[in-house]
């Protein structure tokens, strides 16, 4: 099946979202040097959704980064992780013509529909998106967030690897059918065999990362068919 493209899932899937401003004449530049997305095509209005990594590979944030003006960006993350979203912007930026500021997300603001989520298959930092720990090949994400064109990058390097030699991570994100009464962090079972672990639980339907080696559930791929 063709997942839904992020821009189709409700606003309700998506949640509340902090958002880290990064504006000045070196935004563009810096930012490409650091996200795994090809800022270079985006027009003002254009939007797009990309990781910033650890040198090592590993997830330190997943943000939907958007063009709103000649040197000014919007990268808007999951309500609470703003200030290590910006903080990893900030890392390696040294003598660099541009600002870096956080606006949080409205304490008013409608909270996420976590049933929407799991059903949409839709990752969330904290659950399936653990900074420091995740790796991009296991999330669904690398087809929206990825580019494999572009120059280089923090934490490219595992990515390429994986991508250039067709690498399945050892375990990756599945929608699955659980019984009611399923809790997180329980295992996922394969012929009574513990195979995962439940990241998140809505009634009946869950998701939870499976080894590869198992067939048990729906692997979450956005931006791809299969």
């Not at 003006?69 to 003598?95: H, M, P, Q």
């Not at 600002?99 to 409608?110: F, K, M, Q, Y």
């Not at 298959?121 to 296991?138: M, Y």
Request: hydrophobic letters at 40%.
């Amino acid at each position: 099946m063709m997942e839904p493209t992020p821009d189709d899932l409700p606003r309700s899937v998506l949640g509340p979202r902090d958002v880290v401003v990064v504006e000045g004449p070196d935004a563009m530049t810096y930012l490409h040097s650091q996200v795994s997305q090809d800022l270079r095509p985006m027009a003002v209005g254009d939007r797009a959704w990309t990781f910033l990594l650890e040198p090592t590979g590993k997830v330190a944030a997943f943000a939907r980064i958007a063009r709103v003006g000649d040197e000014r960006f919007e990268l808007d993350t999951d309500a609470g992780y703003g200030e290590s979203l910006l903080a990893r912007v900030n890392r390696f930026k040294i003598r660099v013509a541009a600002e870096s500021t956080l606006v949080p997300a409205p304490v008013d603001a409608d909270p996420r529909d976590e049933a929407a989520r799991v059903a949409a298959g839709w990752p969330a930092l904290g659950p399936e998106l653990v900074p420091g720990e995740t790796i991009p090949a296991a999330t669904g994400l690398t087809a929206i967030a990825v580019s494999f064109t572009k120059g280089c990058y923090p934490g490219q390097e595992l990515v390429e690897r994986m991508d250039s030699r067709a690498a399945e991570a050892p375990r990756s994100l599945r929608r699955l059918a659980v019984p009611e009464g399923t809790q997180v962090g329980m295992p996922v079972l394969d012929d009574g065999e513990p195979v995962g672990e439940i990241t998140s639980v809505a009634g009946t339907a869950a998701l939870g990362y499976v080894k590869r080696t198992s067939a048990v559930g729906e692997a979450v791929a956005f931006g791809r068919s299969g």
